[in-house]
C-alpha cells in the first residue's frame, strides 16, 4: 500500500499549460505502473496516461501531443504535463499505483481551463 498526494491543479485558460505532480510515501520502482486518471462531473474515471516501471508510457488519444507524463524514482514522483489546454480538460485528476491487481489512488488535484 502506498500513499500518494497530488499537487498543481488550478485555473487556467484554454491554451495553457500546468505540470501535475504526485508525490507517493513510498519507493514507486516497485509498482508495475504509475498512471494519471481523470473524472469530470457526471462521467466515469478514464485513462490519462500511463508509465510502467521499464519508462514505457501510453497516452489517451484525446490527450497525445499535448500530455506528457514522466517520473523521477529518486523523488518518488510522477508528473503529468498538460499543455494546449482545452475546456474538455476539466476535470479533477486522479494519480494511481498498480502493483499486479492492486491499485491505490491520490485524493485528486481540480483543474479547469475556462475563460
Known amino acids: 500500500q502506498v500513499q500518494l498526494v497530488e499537487s498543481g491543479g488550478g485555473l487556467v485558460q484554454p491554451g495553457g499549460s500546468l505540470r501535475l505532480s504526485c508525490v507517493a510515501s513510498?519507493?514507486?520502482?516497485?509498482?508495475?505502473?504509475m498512471g494519471w486518471y481523470r473524472q469530470a462531473p457526471g462521467k466515469q474515471r478514464e485513462l490519462v496516461a500511463i508509465i510502467n516501471s521499464g519508462g514505457r508510457t501510453n497516452y489517451a488519444d484525446s490527450v497525445k501531443g499535448r500530455f506528457t507524463i514522466s517520473r523521477d524514482n529518486a523523488k518518488k514522483t510522477v508528473y503529468l504535463q498538460l499543455n494546449s489546454l482545452k475546456p474538455e480538460d476539466t476535470a479533477v485528476y486522479y494519480c494511481n499505483a498498480n502493483l499486479g491487481g492492486s491499485n491505490d489512488w491520490g485524493q485528486g488535484t481540480q483543474v479547469t481551463v475556462s475563460s
Open positions: 513510498r519507493s514507486i520502482s516497485i509498482f508495475t505502473a
